[in-house]
């Protein structure tokens, strides 16, 4: 290996790191200004709570794991990490706030298994360089092969996620033409949120090298169909067994989880769905999250369950999108659902509409990231489980964001997200 790539992924999702030769990574840390953590979209540099911003810019250390995973790059290697202060979990850190989460679902004898399932769409330049859809008119739900994917974008992000040891479980057309769905396989906590951000920076950066643009944004056609980060979990106790529903039924931990993602349901919404564009995703009647509602096997409510088998019966929460930091979307989901259970939290009976027309719940989203953040802000009791430093730095990053974009157009708020996400 002739450099290491290491990288941490921030407040924005942005893949944030340096090339450094070998033997300065072996050391086990390298240097970055904290204030790597307050630098807008737009490279404008804010005073975001705990960035020292207003106190010279001091430095902040990524911690790098002992293991080392492939990259796609030639003769180079990708080194993760936590980042610290002071020789401490830096507040600011989503992988180490998942960390947490973990530990204490852990210390009450639970283990977190989680599967993400992340979309996207393909756009490829035009004659004037602007980005349009993906040229796919054969394309279908469900579908794989050269109607789908004219340009084997897809083969190739999977044979490179292969060598990289990136376990892909699927990947397939989604609902609209030059839609794709990638699918992660179940793993720890850790594992499964490490995987699912290198895919992501993975398979961006191999369709660039094509020409082609592949975007996470939650809703970049307005006319077509969104693109979700559905959060599959489960728990195995200390003899290896899924809790879920281990007499086919769902168990009281099932239960309180799905209770404390409900009643958490609106606050939830400024963690999982953290740009302007993700509230064009979430409407009624969507195959999102809009709805405080659930049920076995219906891919109209938030949280869905599958009990059908013992060894295999999971939850899956449906809002986050993929404009969300993958360590931040899950440690929020098992933070909520730790609230359930602690708080052993009743659940409502089930969602029995058909979620298109006619549903039982009430509640629901936000309108928008504005009043998303609001929402988070006023829910004390999520903010302090998912980490109120962390909570604070978000709220105020993302406000910014939200005030850039008052007013703008479709088209325009597009154009501000899509080469980023």
């Known amino acids: 290996m002739h450099r290491t790539r290491a990288l941490f992924c921030d407040l924005l999702n942005l893949p944030r790191g340096k090339y450094i030769p070998p033997d ?9 200004a904290r204030a790597a953590y307050a630098v807008s979209y737009d490279r404008d540099l804010l005073p975001v709570p705990g960035c020292g911003v207003h106190s010279g810019l001091p430095d902040m250390e990524l911690k790098l794991d002992e293991e080392r995973r492939v990259a796609w790059q030639v003769a180079t290697e990708i080194a993760l990490g936590d980042i610290q202060v002071d020789g401490k979990p830096f507040d600011l850190c989503a992988r180490s706030q998942l960390k947490r989460a973990v530990s204490q679902w852990q210390s009450i004898g639970l283990t977190p298994k989680i599967g993400l399932e992340t979309e996207a769409f393909i756009f490829q330049r ?12 054969g394309a279908f739900v469900y579908g794989t092969g050269a109607e789908n994917d004219p340009r084997g974008l897809i083969d190739e992000i999977w044979e490179t996620a292969y060598a990289c ?13 030059g839609q794709v769905e990638l699918t992660l396989r179940f793993d720890d906590a850790l594992k499964a949120c490490d995987d699912a951000f290198l895919m992501r920076v993975m398979a961006r950066e191999l369709a660039l090298k094509k020409g082609l643009l592949l975007s996470f944004m939650p809703k970049p056609i307005p006319d077509r169909g969104g693109s979700g980060l559905h959060v599959n979990f489960s728990f195995t106790d200390t003899e290896g067994n899924n809790v879920i529903a281990p007499d086919g039924a769902l168990s009281p931990v099932a239960k309180h ?13 400024g963690l999982l769905a953290t740009t302007v564009n993700s509230y064009d995703r979430l409407s009624a009647g969507s195959m999102a999250g809009y709805w405080a509602n659930w049920a076995e096997d219906h891919r109209m409510v938030t949280v869905r369950c599958s009990s059908g088998s013992a060894s295999s019966a999971r939850l899956e929460h449906r809002m986050a999108d993929c404009s969300t930091n993958p360590y931040q979307a899950v440690a929020s989901v098992l933070q909520a659902a730790l609230l359930g259970v602690e708080g052993t939290l009743k659940l409502q009976p089930a969602e029995d509409l058909d979620g298109l027309e006619h549903v039982r719940a009430t509640r629901h989203v936000p309108s928008n990231l504005d009043k998303a953040l609001d929402a988070l802000d006023k829910d004390v009791v999520l903010r302090r489980a998912v980490g109120e430093a962390y909570c604070d730095a978000l709220i105020y990053i993302k406000r910014d964001e939200a005030d850039r974009l008052i007013g703008k157009s479709v088209d325009d708020v597009r154009d501000f997200y899509l080469p980023f996400i």
Do not use: K
């Open 126 to 137: 035009d004659s004037d360089g602007v980005w349009r859809p993906y040229d796919t008119p």
């Open 24 to 32: 300065v990574a072996s050391r086990g840390s390298i240097g970055f």
């Open 165 to 177: 040891g990136i376990p892909l479980e699927s990947a397939n057309g989604e609902y609209d033409n």
């Open 257 to 269: 989880c799905m209770a404390g993602l409900l009643h958490h349901h609106q606050g939830l919404a």
